[in-house]
């Protein structure tokens, strides 16, 4: 038999030898665990290979426990034997990015990045980790698995005695429990406050072709929440990683919020070359499907700076039929009598620099879109509002996307409804402006459930209010004129819709408008704040908050600062810092706020006064009211 010998002779060799030893234990030891820091420093990710082969993570935040030990697993079909991590590529990544438009314009993009590559029998996925300053995020990728996941089994093992607000569709009230009291499967993003007094938000960004993700506990455990998808998913050449999952954290629920461009990060970047016909502005709905109401509402947009008028469903017929064509503009008698030029109103609209959005129900999308959509784009249409689409399963979350590339294709802008909720998309196509999957003044909530939607679902992105003013319901049911106001600051939305049940004069008058008001707009004089108002910001501060009981909310565009205020289930008094302001510039406030002792029809009080960055706005809110602030620099 033959042998062969490695001679070291000297010091040097010596060397040689101990570093060739070490490979060689190195290599002999099966690497159990991945560590992953945020570039501060403050998140912590670690992945670890228990002694039964399975994979485990945890999350910390400035050293306190966010994530358990939890498992690891995408849903494949395999038993899972001898996996190993075969090697780790990592990447560090410091760059910022301007978005189209958005809370600020720009958003830096900072990061430390993991991929874990798998080998052994049953290692079906590798992980690909980021450690974000705002958040951590992982997904699995599929390198060479093709077939069909039925269900994933992600955990979320949070503290014990964990409070989350939650909701099981996206439209639904959003109630506060204990976690351990999740009975069904719950929306995200999913807010948790932590038996440490920590707050944390966990949810999924960047899903394009995958099924949607929720949670539901873990039979059997009062503080582990698993993944939940809508349907089964195939894994193709196409589809070969799942969106990503997060989890931020934070000592406040406006820190969270502030944070929330986390999921455009999570998106890949901008594909629409030219960008220029995305315009971003306030719109007012013509409920009443009329040439007369068509024109009233394009010149009080015109006296009102807003960019766009809104007809919604009934214009082409009966939206749930699915015989209805929208290549055609036929009234649904059930709606209006007509008659409705069309085509005549956008003109006039574009006389005046007008844009028009007209709403077009899934059925005749889904039958039509590739005829609808170049056919709107020729008559002049501006974008499109996609109602009632499918949302979750995979085929459909395809879909939807697809439709929003369609949409681009033809130069249309598009908002969602009515129960998909943003994942970040808009950073890739733009011209998704904004989306419903809220619980909007449709559904008539008190500035108490406004709250609620604010430090949950805002997290995730742009949210479609669809803002009324002088319908009944403001003051009857929701909360108060000013409330009204401050919301169009606090939920952010590109496209705002502000007079979403509001008629202005010269329309219909002698029919109720879908759930508005027989009476016409007034003109009041707070309806300054309104025509002054931009929809999207070049910085945004979330000064403070809490579900439920109060939020304050800072938006800047180019010297103008826009605030608005909200209280809850109890009054307030309200001590706003106005240190956000330029430390060597004077500015002009101008307060709107609530006063039921006021002359004014809607109760708004209206004071000015000068400020500077040193001054507090101090203000004695009751509950369910509002303030609004209109700070411009002298």
């Known amino acids: 038999m033959n042998k062969t010998y490695l001679s070291f002779k000297g010091r040097n060799s010596l060397i040689l030898l101990i570093l060739l030893a070490m490979v060689v234990s190195s290599c002999a030891e099966k690497k159990k665990s991945v560590e992953v820091n945020s570039p501060n420093g403050n998140y912590n990710v670690s992945l670890k290979i228990d002694e039964n ?364 409804h009515d129960e998909y909720r943003p994942m970040g998309y808009s950073r890739t196509y733009p011209n998704l402006m904004t989306q419903e999957g809220i619980r909007g003044d449709e559904e008539s909530p008190k500035n108490s459930m406004v709250l609620n939607t604010l430090f949950t679902r805002m997290i995730a992105g742009a949210g479609d209010q669809t803002n009324c003013y002088f319908a009944p319901r403001v003051t009857e049911k929701m909360g108060s004129h000013v409330s009204q106001l401050a919301k169009s600051v606090c939920i952010y939305s590109p496209w705002q819709f502000l007079y979403w049940y509001d008629r202005p004069e010269g329309s219909v008058a002698d029919e109720e408008g879908a759930g508005g008001t027989k009476e016409f707009i007034k003109e009041v004089p707070e309806l300054a704040f309104y025509d002054a108002l931009p929809t999207v910001w070049d910085d945004t501060k979330i000064i403070d908050g809490y579900p439920g009981e109060y939020g304050i909310v800072a938006r800047r565009s180019g010297n103008d600062w826009f605030v608005g205020a909200l209280t809850g289930v109890k009054g307030r008094q309200m001590n706003i810092s106005l240190n956000f302001l330029d430390k060597n510039k004077d500015y002009e406030v101008t307060i709107y706020s609530d006063d039921k002792n006021s002359t004014s029809v809607t109760k708004v009080n209206i004071e000015t006064r000068k400020v500077n960055s040193s001054d507090v706005i101090k203000h004695q809110m009751l509950k369910q009211n509002g303030l609004a602030l209109h700070i411009r620099a002298l």
């Not at 290549?327 to 006039?348: A, F, M, N, Q």
Request: include cysteine.
């Open 53 to 416: 082969q399975k994979l485990f993570y945890s999350v910390n935040y400035k050293g306190e426990q966010v994530i358990a030990p939890s498992a690891l697993d995408a849903g494949i079909p395999s038993e899972v034997q001898d996996v190993e991590i075969d090697y780790v590529n990592t990447t560090s990544v410091d760059t910022s990015w301007a978005p189209v438009y958005g809370e600020r314009n720009l958003y830096p993009d900072k990061y430390k990045e993991s991929l874990v590559v798998l080998k052994g029998d049953g290692a079906n996925f590798n992980l690909r980790i980021r450690a974000y300053d705002e958040g951590i995020a992982f997904r699995y990728e599929f390198p060479k698995y093709r077939g069909t996941i039925e269900q994933e089994n992600t955990e979320f093992t949070l503290p014990e005695g964990a409070t989350v607000w939650a909701s099981k569709v996206a439209q639904a009230k959003i109630k506060k429990l204990k976690i351990s009291e999740i009975d069904t499967i719950v929306e995200r993003p999913l807010l948790v406050e932590l038996k440490n007094s920590l707050f944390a938000a966990i949810g999924e960004a960047g899903s394009v072709d995958y099924s949607r993700m929720k949670f539901i506990l873990k039979p059997g455990h009062s503080s582990t929440l698993v993944s939940k998808l809508d349907s089964l998913v195939d894994i193709s050449d196409t589809v070969t990683k799942t969106p990503w999952k997060f989890v931020m954290a934070g000592e406040r629920p406006s820190q969270l919020l502030e944070n929330n461009y986390l999921l455009l990060n999570l998106n890949e970047p901008n594909k629409i070359e030219d960008t220029s016909w995305i315009k971003p502005g306030k719109i007012i709905r013509e409920s009443t499907l009329t040439t007369k109401g068509g024109i009233a509402c394009v010149n009080f947009a015109e006296k009102h700076n807003l960019e766009y008028i809104e007809f919604d469903a009934g214009w082409y017929g009966n939206e749930y039929d699915v015989a209805s064509d929208a290549t055609t503009v036929t009234v649904d008698p059930r709606r209006s009598k007509g008659p409705l030029d069309l085509k005549g109103i956008v003109e006039y609209a574009k006389s005046k620099d007008i844009g028009v959005i007209l709403y077009v129900n899934r059925r005749s999308l889904e039958k039509q879109i590739d005829d609808v959509l170049p056919l709107l784009s020729s008559w002049g249409i501006s974008g499109v509002k996609y109602g009632f689409v499918n949302v979750g399963s995979q085929k459909w979350t395809s879909w939807l996307h697809d439709a929003v590339r369609k949409a681009a294709d033809n130069k249309l802008m598009v908002d969602v």
